[in-house]
């Protein structure tokens, strides 16, 4: 007889949870057999107008041109200054609009300090040591789906923050420390 530890359930119940907060969105978690294959992210930028559709991930590695691409996309649109935007952030976001193939459109991304404080000055909870200025973070709607639905399967990844701003309909996302804020669902 097989008998499965605490541990060993505590992981399949988790995973088990996971997928079903992630089945509205038809999203499933990728098995590590997955994890080679390709990797691509639509963008609309909703200060620029800018549009970006590209792979960032073929083969089993990270690609250096894309990346780039993506990171001027995600740039600091006041100042001009871009930033290298953590993978982890750019998987987050794959994993969230693969089933569906949706354009994310960008509210916020990479921010310089000089922007940051003037945001902070200006008042609306900017943090002081956000994640934006590490390119940890993005404020994002994903065309098709409700804001509150991408929170859910934001908060079912587990993988760092989620903010939901429903009076600015978007939701924050970040590699920081897992953790929530904003309305939650019932």
């Not at 691509?40 to 990346?67: D, M, Q, S, V, W």
């Amino acid at each position: 007889m097989i008998r499965i530890g605490p541990d060993a359930a505590g992981t399949r119940r988790r995973r088990l949870l996971q997928a079903l907060a992630l089945a509205p969105l038809g999203i499933a978690l990728a098995p590590a057999a997955h994890a080679a294959a390709e990797r691509a992210l639509a963008f609309r930028h909703t200060h620029t107008g800018e549009r970006l559709e590209i792979a960032y991930f073929a083969r089993g590695e990270y690609l250096p041109a894309a990346l780039a691409r993506i990171d001027w996309l995600l740039r600091d649109f006041r100042t001009g200054e871009a930033r290298r935007i953590d993978t982890r952030l750019l998987d987050a976001l794959h994993a969230l609009s693969a089933p569906h193939g949706g354009e994310y459109e960008i509210i916020s991304a990479y921010r310089s300090p000089q922007t940051n404080a003037q945001l902070r000055q200006a008042g609306g909870g900017v943090a002081q040591r956000s994640l934006h200025l590490e390119g940890r973070a993005i404020d994002v709607r994903l065309k098709g789906t409700a804001t509150a639905r991408l929170r859910d399967a934001a908060l079912a990844l587990g993988l760092g923050g989620v903010g939901h701003y429903p009076k600015s309909d978007f939701v924050h996302l970040d590699t920081g420390r897992v953790r929530h804020w904003g309305p939650q669902a019932a």
